[in-house]
């Protein structure tokens, strides 16, 4: 149980595109979506926290403007990357958390997004 | 000081030996503690959660945790190559939020 999937697992794309990155728990209804970022040999830094049904709240120094996210329903959210550069280049990685009574996090497998 | 301290490492051990990894967090409110591995190019896994004081077994892994000294711990029995990866230690600090905060990781090599 507690499967995340992500969609794409990669993207390259032109600089100045959009890019819609999935995020989809399979086996439970996720409460709250969170969003990271990882540099290479770097940790994972929070970008957002999703809540299905209301805004999501952004980390300090995350534009929410350029990093559009939507928690739409309990199995799905999504994030999408505007007017992407190269210095977003990234492995962006979802987790989800099953329910009000857990803290634990189940992440996606990532999309790594390479722009150029 | 960052909220949550790990040594970067790396932490290299022969195969078969116990690997003995490290936290340190800054927020002695915090309630929830856990270990995730990643390999590289991959995205973390759940390998245990820790609530309470004391140690937590399962398989050849046992967390460890110390509130009163705001120090949580991995050990890896029997350890082997395959365990060679980044372990990220996470924390619930005490801020309301559900949101984990994560150490930079201690990258792990087993030594075949």
């Known amino acids: 149980g507690a499967v995340v999937s992500q969609h794409p697992s990669w993207v390259i794309c032109k600089s100045g595109t959009s890019v819609k990155i999935e995020c989809r728990s399979l086996d439970f209804q996720a409460t709250t979506m969170f969003w990271y970022r990882q540099f290479p040999k770097q940790s994972l830094m929070l970008m957002a926290t999703s809540n299905e049904g209301s805004k999501a709240t952004y980390e300090q120094g995350v534009e929410k403007d350029k990093f559009l996210i939507n928690h739409a329903s309990l199995t799905l959210s999504t994030l999408t990357v505007t007017s992407a550069h190269p210095e977003d280049s990234s492995f962006y990685i979802c987790?989800?958390?099953?329910?009000?009574?857990?803290?634990?996090?189940?992440f996606g497998p990532g999309t790594r997004l390479t722009v150029l | 000081q960052k909220e949550v301290e790990q040594n970067s490492g790396p932490l290299s051990v022969p195969e078969g030996a116990i690997a003995s990894l490290n936290c340190t967090y800054s927020?002695?409110?915090?309630?929830?503690f856990f270990w995730y591995r990643q390999y590289s190019g991959k995205s973390p896994e759940l390998i245990m959660s820790?609530?309470?004081?004391g140690d937590k077994e399962d398989g050849r892994f046992t967390a460890q945790l110390n509130k009163a000294s705001q120090y949580v711990s991995l050990l890896i029995r029997d350890s082997q190559p395959s365990d060679s990866a980044t372990y990220l230690c996470a924390v619930r600090l005490d801020t309301g939020r559900r949101a984990l905060t994560f150490g930079s990781g201690t990258r792990l090599q087993v030594q075949p």
């Open positions: 927020d002695r409110g915090s309630q929830s």
């Open positions: 820790i609530y309470s004081n």
């Open positions: 987790s989800a958390i099953s329910g009000t009574s857990t803290d634990t996090q189940y």
